[in-house]
């Protein structure tokens, strides 16, 4: 079964400072997203990457950015986190384009 | 881009009854069209997908719909139970895309 892993389920930082967060899969899949969820707007897209070093913006790009050095591995920078910022992100993964994605449990960011 | 509209937003049933869930999309070139459950604090996961070769698809008391001349497909649980309780989310992939563009949610609840 695939697993995807994100490295924190709640995460409390200050506003200004940088903040990483990081997803894993196991499954060799090509393609990976960061989303962020909130009440009422459903997923939306940060961005999401379909190989190593290889990335694109989504919906809601503006103040983050994404480092995909090994193809496990999808990292979402905060470059400085402000309190609009304050969300459920969400990481997942999928083999190709036209196969389901799986989603790890998700961070709760709280900015203050 | 993919624009996709889903309908309700809030749905409740009597345990017992069925549940449909529609959502229409815009790109006529879209092929791939997953369904998502989300249970309170959990991960979305897959429950069912179709492809646009096929027009219905079934699994126990899931079914999933496809209408390509009208844009739209629903999802439909028969026999809710109160375990079906969670916001579903539909989602369209456009040919030649990455990314599956997300409806924002339907929040099911079921009373026993």
């Known amino acids: 079964d695939v697993k995807v892993t994100q490295s924190s389920r709640y995460l409390v930082k200050r506003t200004g400072e940088k903040v990483f967060l990081e997803c894993v899969q196991d499954m060799d899949h090509e393609n990976m997203f960061w989303y962020r969820q909130d009440p009422g707007l459903g997923l939306r897209l940060i961005y999401f990457?379909?190989?190593?070093?290889?990335?694109e913006k989504g919906d809601i790009p503006e103040g983050y950015s994404v480092s995909r050095e090994k193809k496990e591995r999808f990292s979402l920078i905060l470059e400085s986190a402000s309190t609009n910022q304050t969300s459920m992100y969400l990481c997942a993964s999928s083999l190709s384009s036209n196969q389901p994605q799986h989603f790890g449990d998700g961070t709760r960011l709280s900015i203050l | 881009g993919e624009n996709v509209e889903q309908h309700p937003s809030t749905l409740s049933v009597q345990e017992g009854d069925s549940a449909v869930i529609k959502c229409t999309y815009s790109d006529s070139a879209s092929n791939y069209f997953p369904w998502y459950k989300q249970e309170l604090g959990k991960r979305p996961q897959l429950i069912i997908d179709i492809r646009s070769n096929v027009g219905e698809k079934k699994d126990q008391r899931i079914a999933v719909t496809l209408n390509k001349t009208a844009k739209h497909f629903s999802l439909h649980i028969t026999e809710t139970q109160p375990e079906d309780s969670a916001v579903y989310f539909c989602?369209?992939?456009?040919?030649?895309?990455?990314?599956?563009?997300f409806g924002r949610g339907t929040s099911l609840i079921v009373h026993p």
């Open positions: 989602a369209a992939r456009a040919g030649g895309s990455y990314i599956p563009t």
């Open positions: 990457s379909y190989d190593v070093k290889m990335k």
